[in-house]
């Protein structure tokens, strides 16, 4: 892996045997993906909290191959997936995603156990499940064998045996809009009051579209795969277009084998 933005001494230098570009064809460690992708720092007073997305899109701009992610991934991808999540407090995922995908609980970093610890984090970040009809499966390991409870993001008005049957296999219930489903501009603000300010969403595109068009989104990082797929796969985002395009600003590139991973912000937050 080589850094190619922003360029600093290190991106210039020759990487050991002579190869350009500070590294290339070098794994980098997990302390190093760490500092990479580290969250804002907190200023004065109460921390302030930053929720980030972290999606794969083709060249061509799907975010899925045969409805799944993993097939236009990278191992390079997984380790900063993995790294993403080690730094996360909390990661939000639609009902959706979570039933294609077949979602497990997040697992303990050996790599990361001090840093989480110095940090008051728990051993791995909780999983929040955004759903309006709690049509959810609560018997999976997911909700009854997770480190840290996991949580259901849901309307006041969510049916109640399913609200029941989320709380009798251990979920944590968390109101998030007034009607039955979640209000998109709420979901910082719920997980924020439980002591959650590093967030992590993983999608899928339709919750992605509804933060983006929210306002609440304030980092994305994008793996741009060197594939090609055709085909009506989804976007990484979907949902209503917003009035006027959010521009956000580069934050860094990494690269390797000839996928980019990239992360934006939110300029002001910057």
């Known amino acids: 892996m080589r850094r190619l933005f922003p360029v600093t001494d290190e991106t210039a230098a020759p990487a050991p045997g002579g190869a350009p570009g500070g ?44 409805g799944r992610s993993q097939p236009i991934s990278h191992p390079a991808d997984m380790r900063i997936f993995g790294t993403l999540r080690a730094l996360a407090d909390v990661v939000v995922v639609g009902a959706e995603t979570v039933r294609r995908e077949g979602y497990r609980p997040a697992r303990a970093r050996a790599d990361f156990a001090a840093a989480r610890e110095a940090a008051g984090q728990g051993p791995a970040p909780a999983i929040a499940v955004v759903t309006a009809g709690l049509d959810l499966d609560f018997s999976l390991p997911l909700f009854t064998s997770p480190l840290v409870p996991t949580l259901v993001l849901t309307g006041a008005a969510a049916p109640p045996d399913r609200v029941a049957a989320a709380e009798k296999a251990g979920a944590r219930v968390v109101t998030a809009g007034e009607g039955a489903g979640v209000d998109p501009a709420r979901v910082v603000p719920a997980l924020a009051g439980l002591g959650h300010t590093r967030l992590l969403t993983e999608g899928g595109p339709r919750l992605l579209g509804q933060l983006v068009a929210a306002e609440v989104l304030d980092e994305l990082c994008l793996t741009l795969s060197p594939t090609l797929t055709a085909g009506d796969a989804q976007r990484i985002a979907g949902g209503p277009a917003v009035a006027v395009p959010h521009r956000f600003a580069l934050l860094s590139v990494l690269e390797e084998d000839g996928f980019l991973f990239t992360r934006y912000g939110r300029p002001a937050a910057h």
């Open 23 to 66: 590294g290339t064809g070098r794994e980098w460690g997990p302390a190093e993906l760490a500092a990479a992708y580290a969250y804002p720092e907190p200023g004065a007073g109460e921390p302030v909290p930053c929720l980030r997305a972290n999606m794969v899109s083709t060249l061509d701009g799907a975010a899925q191959h045969d």
